[in-house]
């Protein structure tokens, strides 16, 4: 399946294990959407800044480069071990 790429999202986080399970723990952290030029335009933000919350649906990009594997290993609870 291919999917077009319409922005990137950037976060204050280096790496996957940095970012908190929890969302709002850590107040300080920030993310920033950036659109593809072929999809800035103004009208399609508008109103959001009627609302509190924004959900994004996103494909994490490195994964599709990747031999898939169906067992998860949570790192914090032991999964390496």
Request: hydrophobic fraction near 40%; aromatic fraction near 14%; proline fraction near 7%.
């Amino acid at each position: 399946m291919y999917l077009d790429v319409i922005g990137h999202l950037h976060t204050c986080y280096g790496e996957k294990f940095a970012a908190p399970r929890q969302p709002g723990i850590v107040e300080e952290a920030w993310g920033e959407l950036t659109f593809e030029p072929a999809f800035r335009n103004i009208d399609s933000l508008r109103g959001l800044e009627g609302f509190s919350h924004l959900w994004l649906i996103f494909a994490f990009h490195h994964n599709a480069q990747s031999h898939w594997k169906p067992l998860v290993r949570p790192p914090r609870l032991g999964g390496n071990e």
